[in-house]
Nanobody, 127 residues
Framework: EVQLGESGGGLVQAEGSLRLSCATS????????IGWFRQAPGKEREGVSY????????YYADSVKDRFTISSDNAKNTVYLEMDSLKPEDTAVYYC????????????????????WGKGTLVTVSS
């Protein structure tokens, strides 16, 4: 059974940093794409970043490019999202997601989602 568990959310001041973790189990880590999505109050879910574990390639939404960094630890089956220079508009519930459909690129996963989802972790950025 595929399981995804997010941690690391919390309250931080603007311009601060947080690191989110997504611990995974139940599948072959290298065979999946793992992504981060977020949903702010009253808004639709949006893609933030994803990483293809087989080759380490990654993709970012324009809104977080140069501020957020996605990485993976294959030994721990864990994906991280390092978030720097946080802004109040980054406030949202952040979800980890995974898919074995690794052959897409660009914003595909942001538009069509992934197959497995965690329960989310709340990030609140105060001004």
């Amino acid at each position: 059974e595929v399981q995804l568990g997010e941690s690391g959310g919390g309250l931080v001041q603007a311009e601060g940093s947080l690191r989110l973790s997504c611990a995974t189990s139940g599948f072959t880590f290298d065979d999946y794409v793992i992504g981060w999505f977020r949903q702010a109050p009253g808004k639709e879910r949006e893609g933030v970043s994803y990483i293809r574990n087989s080759d380490g390639s990654s993709y970012y939404a324009d809104s977080v490019k140069d501020r957020f960094t996605i990485s993976s630890d294959n030994a721990k089956n864990t994906v991280y999202l390092e978030m720097d220079s946080l802004k109040p508009e980054d406030t949202a519930v952040y979800y980890c997601a995974a898919t074995p459909r690794t052959y897409y690129s660009g914003p595909y996963y942001f538009n069509y989602g992934m197959d497995y989802w965690g329960k989310g972790t709340l990030v609140t950025v105060s001004s």
